[in-house]
């Protein structure tokens, strides 16, 4: 049944974000596909973590994040917080830290500051859900998608109506 279930959500659209602290040892960040708006007032996402080592540890104990939601010329960006090993914080890429600590990439159209609300085991991964402090925003762009293992972005020449 778990190949049947990941091969249903890999023909299951989702947004594309990028999620960062500030760690012990410096910054930390991963790509999900998990990020959803829970509530709008106040405003609450939610996302899940499927391990509890490495970044995703980091995220699922820090206080504060940032939730980038990313857009179509991000693509690289994503794949380049989800390589395992990758020098995600390099000298090359484009970010700054807010006056919390928590890095913030720059050249992503949203990214929102939040403060953890809860942790909810759930099987094997870990449920985090978060409300909004700040939100900050960069260039505009066409929405980034990950869809069967594949990153693809959404324009008008996607929209059925």
Known sequence: MVDEFKDAFRGHPAGVAIITASGPEGPVGLTASS???????????????ASAQGSAGVIAGADTIVVHLLGADNAELASRFAARGADRFG???????????????????????????????AGSSTVITASVLEIHAGPAAAPLVYHDRTYHHLGSHSALR
């Open 35 to 49: 990020v959803s708006s829970v509530s709008a007032v106040p405003p609450i996402l939610a996302f899940s973590l």
């Open 91 to 121: 000298p090359d890429l484009d970010w700054s830290t807010l006056p919390g600590g928590e890095p913030l990439l720059g050249g992503v159209p949203k990214a929102l500051l939040c403060r953890i609300l809860s942790r909810t085991q």
